[in-house]
T-cell receptor, first 113, second 114 residues
Framework: TQLLEQSPQFLSIQEGENLTVYCNSSSVFSSLQWYRQEPGEGPVLLVT?????EVKKLKRLTFQFGDARKDSSLHITAAQPGDTGLYLCAGLVTTDSWGKLQFGAGTQVVVTP | KAGVTQTPRYLIKTRGQQVTLSCSPI?????VSWYQQTPGQGLQFLFEYFSETQRNKGNFPGRFSGRQFSNSRSEMNVSTLELGDSALYLC?????????????FGSGTRLTVV
């Protein structure tokens, strides 16, 4: 059972279109991180959001953390083929002195020219 | 600075054998986590080490074990390999366990069990 639910599981769009990926949970997170992974490689950290309601922008990517720190979204504007990859959200749950990172199942994004 | 280094990149083993994978974290990072990634299950947490001590453990059988050395380098071992152990094994380093601002992953070791 995934603590973090990502939707959709798969997204195929044309270059220039916009897309949004969602990450939802019933748990509260200390922080939420977004990673992108390309085939045969490890995930690469894109952004970390910490404060409820926080919005961060990374060029054409906009990340938002829900007010209650239970959900997040990733919006890509004018997608390009280079945005193709597996997008993973990961929530940090702090239960003791140290936290534990929980990953969602991922959203496979394919952007065709 | 150098990233997270995992060796080897690719490995083919036979059922019943054992395997040891290595991970060198980013300099200064003292926490190392291991994940198994398969198409059907996604990223599954194996264990996390900090200061040579296992801090967290996922739901994997005892055939999966790990350790961390005083220089923060880590190894994981899988004994009595099964076909289902075929996966991409990823190592991630961070300053502390569950670091607030994220982990840095290596490129992984692709293990194929035949």
């Amino acid at each position: 059972t995934q603590l973090l639910e990502q939707s959709p599981q798969f997204l195929s769009i044309q270059e220039g279109e916009n897309l949004t990926v969602y990450c939802n949970s019933s748990s509260v997170f200390s922080s939420l991180q977004w990673y992108r992974q390309e085939p045969g490689e490890g995930p690469v950290l894109l952004v970390t959001v910490v404060t409820g309601g926080e919005v961060k922008k990374l060029k054409r990517l906009t990340f938002q953390f829900g007010d209650a720190r239970k959900d997040s979204s990733l919006h890509i504007t004018a997608a390009q083929p280079g945005d193709t990859g597996l997008y993973l959200c990961a929530g940090l749950v702090t239960t003791d002195s140290w936290g534990k990172l929980q990953f969602g199942a991922g959203t496979q994004v394919v952007v065709t020219p | 600075k150098a990233g997270v280094t995992q060796t080897p990149r690719y490995l083919i083993k036979t059922r019943g054998q054992q395997v040891t994978l290595s991970c060198s974290p980013i300099s200064g990072h003292r926490s190392v986590s291991w994940y198994q990634q398969t198409p059907g299950q996604g990223l599954q947490f194996l264990f996390e080490y900090f200061s040579e001590t296992q801090r967290n453990k996922g739901n994997f059988p005892g055939r999966f074990s790990g350790r961390q050395f005083s220089n923060s380098r880590s190894e994981m071992n899988v004994s009595t390999l099964e076909l289902g152990d075929s996966a991409l094994y990823l190592c991630a380093s961070s300053l502390t366990p569950g670091h607030l601002y994220g982990y840095t992953f290596g490129s992984g070791t692709r293990l194929t069990v035949v």
